[in-house]
């Protein structure tokens, strides 16, 4: 018995308009910067042109990207609303794989701006299996003093013990697969925001990612049992924006361009990694055909990472110990740099930045059920 499991950041999976940037320049887009725009009712309707305008292409090319994944069970992050998940499967991704995500959870998280993580399952897998959804628990509430996890370096970053550890969620759903147990854990950790304290923007939110990656791990051994987990069927997906390699991208289109593979001495997923907790399964492509996500801030900044993870327990990392997942790139925009031999063809209308499927990439395996 097979499963396909996939975890995609879908970007901005949005219902509604953001007119924040009238007044904060850092929310405006580019675009609009252009035009002397001295109006906030104009800068309202130009704002809805805009995305009215580039959403459609947007959202082909993230239908066609979950489509590619053929996945029984995604696990989806950034999404404002199941009314904008409901729009977009009706509208969209029904017209690529016809009837099938018929189960779609998502509960409200911590996010300030309304993205949060969600679920989309078919009622049965390719095999024919039933896709049973047993319960589906959100756990927005947790606090560093619940899992006594505040710390000096947290405190330091103006952060208080009293508040909540997810930034997003942690959204635990229990699955039956034909009569096979199996319980994902969909994350989408604190972001890397930009420099601060002296700091580069992944390093002054490290501590915070990595209590979440803790608290993640605390859900799952207070679930299991702690001697327990690594004999059990779980996985832990989503976009933990956080990485232990990369893959510096040196040069210029007119130079040219060189790549050179690094590990981090340092990662929030270490928690993760570090005694066997879970195996990350990217790890068993090619280590300069891992990333999921180009970075570029100008030529003197640019690499691609692993953003986007399937975690799989000891016991179904095992099980499935031949097998590889897949990476979905077909929705990056032309400006991605790709190292050679591994090109491929742009959905139709892509451009050299958007239209684009996302700014991540699906990753997707199909998985043997022990």
Request: hydrophobic share 40%; with cysteine.
């Amino acid at each position: 018995m097979s499963l396909r499991l996939a975890t995609f950041n879908v970007e901005n999976l949005l219902t509604r308009f953001d007119f924040t940037g009238y007044r904060n320049q850092l929310r405006q887009d580019r675009v609009l910067r252009l035009f002397d725009v001295r109006s906030e009712g104009v800068y309202q309707q130009l704002e809805q042109a805009r995305v009215v305008a580039a959403t459609d292409d947007t959202r082909q090319m993230t239908a066609l990207a979950i489509a590619d994944t053929d996945a029984d069970i995604i696990c989806l992050q950034e999404v404002d609303s199941l009314a904008a998940l409901d729009a977009f499967e009706y509208g969209y991704l029904y017209r690529m794989v016809g009837s099938g995500y018929r189960q779609k959870f998502l509960l409200e998280g911590n996010d300030g701006r309304g993205i949060d993580v969600a679920v989309m399952l078919r009622e049965e897998t390719r095999d024919g299996q039933r896709i049973e959804v047993r319960d589906v628990k959100s756990h927005v509430l947790v606090t560093y003093r619940d899992f006594g996890l505040f710390t000096d370096e947290l405190a330091s970053l103006g952060h208080h013990v009293d508040d909540k550890v997810f930034k997003r969620d942690c959204l635990q759903v229990d699955l039956l697969i034909g009569d096979v147990p199996m319980m994902l854990y969909v994350v989408h950790l604190k972001s890397m925001g930009g420099a601060r304290e002296g700091m580069d923007g992944r390093h002054a939110t490290m501590p915070v990612r990595r209590a979440e990656a803790l608290a993640v791990r605390r859900i799952i051994e207070d679930h299991f049992g702690a001697a327990h987990a690594g004999t059990k069927n779980f996985a832990i997906c989503g976009d933990m924006n956080d990485y232990q390699e990369r893959i510096d991208v040196i040069g210029t289109r007119r130079t040219g361009y060189r790549f050179e593979h690094r590990e981090e001495p340092l990662s929030a997923l270490d928690v993760f990694s570090a005694d066997g907790f879970a195996e990350n399964v990217v790890k068993r492509r090619d280590p300069m055909d891992r990333w999921t996500l180009y970075h570029a801030r100008g030529p003197q900044e640019q690499w691609l990472c692993q953003l986007d993870y399937l975690w799989l327990s000891p016991a179904l990392a095992k099980a499935n110990a031949t097998r590889k997942p897949e990476i979905i790139r077909g929705g990056q925009p032309y400006r991605t740099v790709f190292p050679p031999g591994q090109e491929i063809d742009r959905y139709p209308r892509t451009g050299w930045d958007r239209p684009k499927a996302s700014d991540h990439c699906p990753v997707v395996m199909t998985l043997d059920l022990p």
